[in-house]
């Protein structure tokens, strides 16, 4: 049946290289300044850019497509390299005609315009969540979606093991404790917004199984077991996270707290035989059908090494949202995170060749570093770029705009980063940033419901065909989530 093949598919899943993906974290970069240069010169010179429509469209072509095209057809033909030319070309030339008349070179001191909105945050919480939304369809459709690219069956390393951990970091990075905003709570009341805000994930995951179960949707068991998924997992993540700060209220030394927990349940893993147990089951019965744990031992155990991932994120936003008001303070910010990246990769790279190979299944240490390493490394480019752009729009003395409307956002506009600004606006990252949440849900419906309708698992669908699915999903989820932002409607309401 479907669910058997799935899992002989799966089994046979070596994936690719950690240096491929990373080739994405550039090629992700690089689209965030082609679009932000891009839509400046526009803007420039097109005012009737500002409506919505138009630049719902203008984003569709300059956000959307690339990004489809580079993870679905562009890297089965080869054309990786050669569109990152383009980008680069591109994005050079244009930048070059917006460095005549800029003062280069601010003063250290100076007033660092981006400190309160961090729009480096947004355009990493946007990319990665888009990423992963254009990942979870174009993996049905074998025609354009490269084999290697989808999840791996324990071990190796894949684009889309990255999801997973990059949504746990992101959970850790931008927690109330990693922005300081509940320093005047006290551990009870922390513990109960946690337990609040988890148990909607709790309501969703539930859900998604008694769904799932009662469409018959074929749900492969290896990643997270027969009833477990990626709501349960964060829940737990969120829960577990809150008792143990409540515990040790250190969040900015949290990254001790995730060596600890990410060294002490990688020596389980390999010297007690929960590895064996995970791999082979409970005394032997490999299916899952037999008791809770057995039944979810993936999804249950691996919440433990995500937990070490979180605190690893939480670490890292407690540095970031530390308040740094000028050019200087905020480029030392940016060289710690380039040390880390440094380490982080390095880290990975020992334990892969001396302990074991990355496992997203079962959340080992080497996953944990290399997911560390993956997102800290994308959050640095980011950073740099953001340093760039300020250092290239600080003081355009030859067309001064009222206001910071001539400081280059990443990603999108002053307006989305204006609470009281009276001017509509529906830039896509922002909007993808502000209604997460509701992003990923929508995508996974919406992927669901093709699955049910187009049945791309039994179908073989050519690559048109699966382009013109791929297209016609972005158009209509991205067109949901900016009429959202259009409107200041947001899901979250706890």
Known sequence: NTTNLLHLLRMLQNG?????????????????????????????????????????????????????????????????????????????????????????????????????????????????????????????????????????YHFGYTLMDTGVGSFIFMAGLVAPEARMSTLADTKLKILKKSIVSSSVMAVIGLLRTVI??????????????????????????????????????????????????????????????????????????????????????????????????????????????????????TMKMWKIMAVLVLISWFGTWLSQNHIQEPSRCFANITYILWSTAHNVSLLALLFLMEIIFFIISHIKESSQLPGDETVLIPGGCWNCFTKNSRNSCCCLLPAISKNQLLYFLLGNVATGMINQIAKPHVKDYGEFSSTCFMFGYMIVVNGIISLCFTFRWKLKFW
């Open 16 to 152: 690719t290289s950690s240096l491929d993906v990373a080739l994405r974290i550039t090629l992700t970069t690089c689209m965030v300044v082609f679009y932000t240069l891009l839509r400046q010169v526009i803007d420039g010179h097109n005012p009737g850019i500002r409506s919505p429509s138009v630049r719902f469209l203008v984003d569709t072509l300059t956000i959307t497509t690339p990004l489809t095209f580079l993870y679905t057809i562009g890297d089965k033909h080869n054309l990786l390299w050669n569109s990152a030319i383009v980008l680069f070309v591109v994005a050079a030339l244009i930048l070059k005609f917006r460095l005549k008349d800029i003062k280069l070179y601010p003063p250290l001191e100076s007033e660092y315009k981006y400190e309160k909105n961090k729009t480096y945050i947004t355009a990493f919480r946007s990319y990665v969540t888009l990423s992963t939304i254009i990942c979870i369809l174009a993996v049905d459709f074998r025609a354009i979606f490269p084999g290697q690219h989808g999840k791996s």
């Open 212 to 329: 799932l179960r009662y469409m018959n949707y074929s749900v492969s068991y290896d990643e997270y077991g027969k009833d477990w998924n990626f709501f349960l997992t964060l829940a737990s993540v969120k829960v577990l996270s809150s008792v143990v700060l409540c515990a040790f209220p250190v969040p900015q030394n949290s990254w001790i707290l995730s060596l600890l927990i990410a060294v002490g349940y990688q020596t389980v893993l390999s010297y007690f035989g929960l590895m064996e147990t995970l791999e082979h089951g409970v005394a032997g019965v490999t299916s899952h059908k037999d008791g809770i744990f057995n039944s979810n031992r993936e999804g249950i155990c691996s919440s433990i090494g995500m937990l070490s991932l979180y605190f690893a994120g939480l670490s890292l936003g407690s540095l970031v949202f530390r308040k740094r008001g000028t050019l200087s303070e």
